[in-house]
């Protein structure tokens, strides 16, 4: 918890912008400047850049407490996403909360190889759509793409719908609440998802581990449980000229590959790095690929 402080309101932007800084950095925060610079910007409705041109400013008493209780938050290590309601993805802005996981970088991945397995026209399938961001950025980089979105937690899928409307594509995707694939949609074009592949609590942040949904990211197996389900069903519901891009965990692609190919529908898989140089989406190809 933030500890007493004698320093009151009206301060200055600077002023508050330090202390904000310098409680997150004693906490132990990656990244306190940047952090305190966003939160900061939020307290007060305004911009990062509108602060940083006018440093002396003063903030108002409601603004300051509202500050405070956002460097607590933080301070305890949630995520500062869910703090500020949103995160950027695929160059667009999401709400998130802690319903969904927090979109992450590498994700992106998972979106541009999607883009590249299937053309203009597609029916497509994405298995635990979460905050909805990549069904959202696929529908908006594809207009002519017909795309079903499932989630086995409603709460999850309140979340994605509300994105879709913000993005103006909720028209655009069916979220249905299922485990796995639907039902009744026959068979799709490209599959795509991002399943929970996290093996174990020792394998990811104490942060993460504490605020983020353990459904969203946890998995049995070594973490290929779900990931396995999901290639075993993945030749009942593709057409043969049907592709499948699935996100895979640190060290995790070859075996991901291997079951892929011993479904003996794929004809091949291929192996996308991150922008960390991680081999982070395994892509399958039906045996009727020509793309």
């Known amino acids: 918890m933030i500890a007493e402080t004698s320093v009151k309101a009206p301060l200055n932007i600077r002023q508050a912008g330090a202390f904000g800084a310098d409680m997150l950095a004693a906490s132990g ?125 409603e709460h999850a899928l309140e979340v994605a719908r509300e994105n879709a409307k913000i993005h103006g594509v909720d028209d655009r995707i069916s979220f249905l609440h299922a485990d796995m694939y639907p039902e009744g949609k026959g068979r799709f074009d490209l599959l795509v998802s991002n399943p929970p592949y996290v093996s174990g609590v020792e394998t990811v942040e104490a942060s993460v581990h504490k605020y983020e949904p353990h459904m969203a990211l946890y998995s049995e197996d070594n973490g290929l449980a779900i990931t396995a389900k999901i290639i075993s069903l993945a030749p009942s519901r593709l057409t043969d000229g049907g592709a499948m891009a699935l996100e895979t965990g640190l060290g995790m692609s070859a075996r991901v590959a291997a079951a892929c190919q011993e479904t003996g529908f794929f004809m091949s898989t291929i192996a996308t790095k991150d922008i960390y140089g991680v081999d982070r989406v395994v892509s399958a190809l039906g045996p009727e690929w020509t793309k």
């Open 29 to 153: 925060s990656p990244s306190p400047w940047l952090d305190c610079q966003l939160l900061l910007a939020k307290s007060m409705g305004a911009t990062r850049e509108r602060l940083m041109a006018h440093p002396f400013d003063n903030i108002t008493e409601s603004q300051w407490l509202y500050f405070q209780s956002c460097l607590t938050r933080r301070e305890q290590g949630e995520p500062i996403a869910y703090i500020l309601g949103e995160r950027e993805f695929y160059g667009l802005s999401f709400r998130v909360d802690s319903r969904v996981l927090v979109p992450r970088p590498e994700t992106e991945t998972l979106v541009d190889r999607a883009l590249e397995l299937a053309g203009q026209e597609a029916a497509v399938l994405e298995i635990g759509t979460g905050s909805g961001c990549v069904a959202v950025a696929m529908a908006i980089a594809r207009p002519g793409w017909e795309i079903t979105a499932t989630d086995i937690s």
